[in-house]
Each structure stands twice: as C-alpha cells, then as structure tokens.
C-alpha cells in the first residue's frame, strides 16, 4: 500500500477482490503504517471510514475485521462509490442490488406513471434518446451515462421527496448494474426496446403496464449479468398485461 493518499480505497479494493474475506482480520495499525508510511492518527481515520461504511469492525485487542456482506452499509455514498468502482462482476453484490431495485422500482415506475408532468417527460425521453443513439456503440460509456439518467429521471417523476432523494444515493449502484449489463448483453435492442415500453407506459398514464415494464427492464438486466432472481409475483390487485405474457 504505497499509495498513501488512498489507504482506504486500497483496503475496500483488496477486499472487493477476495484477499480479506468476511470474518478475515485486516493487517493492524502498525503493520499498516510500517508498510505506507502515514502516521497512525492518518490509518486510523482511513480505517474510521470503512467502520462508518460498515465493512468492518473494530474488535479491541485483536484489530479490525471485515464484515458479513449484509453487514455493510451499502446505500452509503461512499460505500457505493467503493462499490462501483472496485466491485467488478462481484455476483453477490450484483445480485443484492437487482433484488433492491426489483422490489422497488416496479412501484416507482407505477408512480411516475399517475405523477409524472411534462418535464419529467421530457427529461425521461431525452435519457431514452441518447441510450437510442449510442445503444450499439462499442464504447458503452455515453450509452450508460443516458441509461442511468433515464431510471433516476423516473424516480424524480413520482414528485416523492424521499423516493426523489433516494435516486441520488442509490445512482451509483444503478450505474454498477448499467455499466456491467451492458458490456455483456446479447441483444441490446431488445432491452432497448423494453426501456421504450417503459417510457411509453409513463407518458400513456399506464401505471399498471409501467409496472410490468419496469419488471421486464430489471429481468433483462438479470439474463445479462447471469443472475439468477426471483420472479416478481404479480399483486393481486394488478391486471396481468397481456403484453407480459411471454
């Protein structure tokens, strides 16, 4: 750890990477400070940020484990920053946010759906434009940058302050998923062609199909990263589409 300016980004790396497994102990402050060169005040406030995030914990006389992956305080923003940046195709982590986010945004989209004004409108149709224009593009960067506004454009059209809030936090976990999903999607226009369903279902005042297209978005999602999920039950008092029906 000769990067004295990213001990912590260093410790959540080698984490992230499997060298420290929960239940693991890191190596302790001296040997840390031997092996960077920072004080130990400057090793114990990097090691204080990934206590904060939940990563580890510090057990007196015996120094600082990593935690239970449940354990980590994962809509921290630091803690997704960490995330997005060091994860990689971490299945585990992968598969934890799509189940989130399967829970959640089915019922934003249906939301947006009833709130959504003409601006809103607008900003979730200038997201799904230029996800249009850069879906084949071999650099994915533009591409995902647009899917990512397109999702956190819904959020802000339930005019919910807390669900409106909660995009910002929860923006760099989506971007994890966008980002791996689409380098790895067999057939881009397709989950194109479901974010479409989607946008229209909002913009026709469909709350019930926009909860199922938000559903078919996040499954695509899921055949990408090779996760395995499980299937959302229809509510009971939900009409199942016959656009669903596979």
């Excluded at 984490?15 to 497994?21: F, K």
């Excluded at 004080?39 to 015996?62: F, Q």
């Excluded at 990689?88 to 989209?109: D, M, N």
């Excluded at 559903?215 to 669903?244: F, G, K």
Aim: glycine share 4%; aromatic share 6%; charged share 20%.
């Amino acid at each position: 750890m000769n990067d004295t300016a990213s001990l912590a980004d260093q410790l959540i790396k080698e984490i992230l990477d499997g060298r420290y497994q929960p239940g693991d102990f890191i190596p302790k402050e001296l040997e840390i400070c031997r092996h960077s060169g920072l004080s130990r005040n400057a090793v114990r406030r990097h090691l204080g940020a990934l206590v904060n995030g939940g990563i580890i914990e510090r057990i007196s006389g015996y120094g600082s484990r990593v935690r239970e992956f449940s354990q980590w305080h994962i809509l921290d923003p630091a803690v997704t920053d960490w995330i997005t940046r060091f994860a990689g195709p971490h299945l585990e982590i992968q598969r934890e946010i799509l189940s989130f986010r399967l829970t959640v945004e089915p019922w934003v989209a249906m939301m947006a759906a009833s709130s959504a004004t003409a601006r809103d409108l607008v900003a979730i149709e200038e997201a799904f434009e230029g996800m249009r224009d850069h879906h084949l593009d071999e650099d994915t960067a533009q591409h995902d940058h647009c899917d990512v506004s397109f999702h956190v454009a819904i959020y802000y059209a339930t005019h919910n302050i807390v669900w409106s809030q909660l995009s910002h936090v929860l923006r760099p976990s989506i971007h994890l998923l966008v980002s791996h999903s689409n380098t790895r999607t067999l057939d881009p226009t397709h989950s194109l062609q479901n974010h479409h369903r989607l946008m229209d279902a909002i913009r026709m005042r469909q709350p019930d199909e926009a909860y199922h297209a938000a559903i078919a978005v996040l499954e695509d999602t899921a055949r990408a990263l090779n996760v395995d999920i499980t299937p959302m039950p229809t509510p009971t008092h939900l009409p199942l589409n016959a656009s669903h029906v596979s």
